[in-house]
Nanobody
Framework: QVQLVESGGGLVQAGGSLRLSCAAS????????MGWFRQAPGKERRFVAA????????YYPDSVKGRFTISRDNAKNTVYLQMNSLKPEDTAVYYC???????????????????WGQGAQVTVSS
């Protein structure tokens, strides 16, 4: 049974930083591409970041490029999302997702991902 467990969410002031972690189990993490998505109240889930199996290839949409960094530690079966210069519009539930494939997927709403975490709330106050 695949489990993805996010942690590290919380409340932060605009301009601050948070780091989300996602611990994976039940899958061959080192050969799984990973991604982060977010969903704000009343809005569709949106792609935030993607990383391939080795961590040497990443991708971000313009909305977070230069502020967010995705990384992974295959020895710890964990993927991270470092979020800097946070804005109120970054407020959302953030979801970790895994693929059964090793190549990363740039996917607007997550249809190319196979497994999902339960989500972590990030709230940025102005």
């Amino acid at each position: 049974q695949v489990q993805l467990v996010e942690s590290g969410g919380g409340l932060v002031q605009a301009g601050g930083s948070l780091r989300l972690s996602c611990a994976a189990s039940g899958l061959t993490f080192s050969s799984s591409a990973m991604g982060w998505f977010r969903q704000a109240p009343g809005k569709e889930r949106r792609f935030v970041a993607a990383i391939n199996w080795s961590g040497d290839s990443t991708y971000y949409p313009d909305s977070v490029k230069g502020r967010f960094t995705i990384s992974r530690d295959n020895a710890k079966n964990t993927v991270y999302l470092q979020m800097n210069s946070l804005k109120p519009e970054d407020t959302a539930v953030y979801y970790c997702a895994a693929r059964r494939k090793s190549d990363m997927a740039v996917d607007g709403t997550g249809g190319l991902y196979d497994y999902w975490g339960q989500g972590a709330q990030v709230t940025v106050s102005s």
